[in-house]
């Protein structure tokens, strides 16, 4: 596996795939892989001849300083790690190469981006979409990979793709879990023991609501009833619980077809989000 730092190395790098009709997957990060990253990586592994992996901790995404300046950096383990994933090219940008002197655009994508993560989080999902829009100008993928974890992400990239008639198809991989359930996240590593035991709260709470709707109990009132129970056990105060369109992220009054439960709280110090697809093929 080669690391690239220039955006012109890696469309050199690319030029003779694309020429020869090679695809080309690409798994974005921000790095501090972990297995779920590396899910993304053997997923495009599987279906292309050229896998590029970007490690870049994209500042505009961050609403707070101390969590950008927190972010965990371990590129060398991280390359390791992408490589033994089937990684062909880490492109590893600086920022000054992403974001020169003169900078001055930004991709706003309305829709999905207005509530949840992005009511909590002013602007983060303007920097997400500037940077997969930048990131997939770049490498010019035939497929990119994104974790069903950040499904609001998902849903604002999969917004921004169709709107803006780029040339990719988005793929979601499953969340990777902890055999407790905790959904794995680069966050996990700052949870305090004890915090760590409360933050199962959150794939407790979506157990909960699948289970509510396996009983037949499909109305928001109850799924919402049956994962906020599972918070107030835990002693944690959610930010959000929510029963929303997968696709809009708009609120729905019950699970008919596909929805999906999505919850975020702050355990400790660490902010988590987590979410449950959830289907019912009860009509109403
Ligand atoms: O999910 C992430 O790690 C980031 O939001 C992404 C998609 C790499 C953009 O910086």
Redesign the pocket.
Known sequence: MRTLRTIAEVRAALKGARRDGRSIGFV???GALHEGHLQLIREARQQHDEIVVSI?V?PT?FDDPGDLAAYPRVEASDAEAAAGAGADLLFAPSAAEMYPDGFASTVHVGGPTDVLEGASRPGHFDG?AT??CKLLNIVGPDIAY?GQK?AQ?LAVVRRMVADLNLPVEIEAVPTVRDPDGLALSSRNARLAPADRQRALALSRALRAAECAVADGRVEAGDVLGAARAEFTAAGVEPDYVELVDPTTFASVPAVNGNALLAVAARVGDVRLIDNQPLTSTRSH
């Open positions: 974005p990060t921000m870049f994209n995404q997400v940077v997969v994104f950040d992400q």
